[in-house]
């Protein structure tokens, strides 16, 4: 519980099981903003992840957040404590809201993609009324299938009072992201960490115009290749995705025709209508956006996890 003009702490919180060690994340925060608003977000309590998180807020009621890691390639494993969320409660009457956590992308430290839980969401509610005592309340996720839940723990605070829930990720994403090939970017980590945040900053669903897209991508990967952490041929890639994406055209479809002889071509589309097979052959409507990842060699790539290309033949180097 929080009175009106306060704030409290929610703690982001990643259980990637005990043999997974946490790469790079990205997700998306859902408030009613008529209640509470965010203030600031921090890194977390885990040491590979204490640095500021990349943030963006492309509508009220929605900050997407997106961080990776370039310190260990063997941690942290089991639960990450990867961002502190400072609310500020905007409400003044006595109100209950809810604060959801949508899970856009999980990667591990060889930049491949982590398959989270299915299972339900949960959320905390928020009131304007002063505190008197202090609660704690604990909502255990039902996962059915994946190698590791996600984890949301939300700390509610005035004085001292705290307030916990659990949310495990489902299996789709309010943004669309792309996986860089590794044929332009042998440089999985490095991959990986510069879609995270181009998916987190640049929000592929909501750009109002495909040029607008492209020039926010490729913002992003000059910024990481000026800060040293993306090469060259990385930042031509994720030119070069984005340009072949869907991202800013309402309606636009990745297409993927497999020829007779078996060979699968990706091409984009006005609309799913305009997606048909060669003679002889077939075609299905990408899940993904951009013709990068959108199909593997024999069809449609499926919208989360990993495609069909083969993972690097050997680690990256430790920093």
């Known amino acids: 519980m929080a009175q009106g003009d306060r704030q409290f702490v929610a703690e982001l919180m990643i259980d990637v099981g005990p043999t997974t060690a946490l790469g790079a994340y990205s997700g998306a925060l ?25 943030t ?16 260990s390639l063997d941690s942290p494993k089991g639960v990450v404590s990867v961002a502190l969320i400072s609310f500020h409660v905007v409400a ?3 109100t209950t809201a809810s604060i959801g956590l949508v899970v856009d992308h999980l990667y591990d430290t060889d930049a491949m993609p982590i398959t989270p839980a299915t299972g339900t969401g ?19 996720p039902t996962t059915t299938t994946g190698p ?11 004085t001292s009072a705290l ?21 332009s970017c042998p440089d999985a980590r490095a991959a990986a960490a510069v879609q995270a945040a181009v998916d987190s900053d640049c929000n592929c669903r909501g750009a109002k115009a495909h040029g607008a897209y492209v020039r926010c991508a490729v913002g992003v990967a000059k910024a990481a290749l000026k800060a040293g952490r993306l090469p060259t ?25 497999t020829h007779a002889r078996g060979a699968t071509k990706c091409s984009i589309e006005r609309s799913a209508a305009a997606c048909k097979p060669p003679q002889g052959g077939r075609a299905c409507v990408g899940q993904r956006p951009s013709c990068c990842d959108a199909c593997t060699s024999s069809g449609c790539a499926a919208p989360g996890g990993s495609s069909d290309r083969s993972p690097p033949s050997s680690r990256p180097s430790r920093p």
């Open 122 to 140: 949960c959320a905390v509610s928020v009131t304007g009324q002063t505190p008197t005592t202090t609660s704690t309340t604990s909502v255990t």
């Open 148 to 158: 590791a839940a996600t984890t949301s723990t939300v700390t509610t605070t005035t």
């Open 92 to 94: 003044t009457a006595s």
């Open 233 to 257: 041929t990385c930042k031509r890639a994720v030119k070069a995705c984005a340009a072949r994406s869907t991202c800013g055209r309402p309606g636009f479809v990745t297409c993927c025709r």
């Open 56 to 71: 963006n807020t492309p509508t009220p009621g929605m900050t997407t957040i997106a961080a990776f890691q370039s310190s």
């Open 30 to 54: 859902t408030y009613d903003p008529g209640v509470v608003t965010v203030a600031s977000v921090a890194g977390g309590n885990t040491t590979e992840f204490s640095g500021t998180p990349a």
């Open 163 to 183: 307030a916990t829930t659990t949310v495990t990720a489902p299996p789709t994403s309010t943004t669309l992201g792309t996986i860089l090939p590794l044929s």
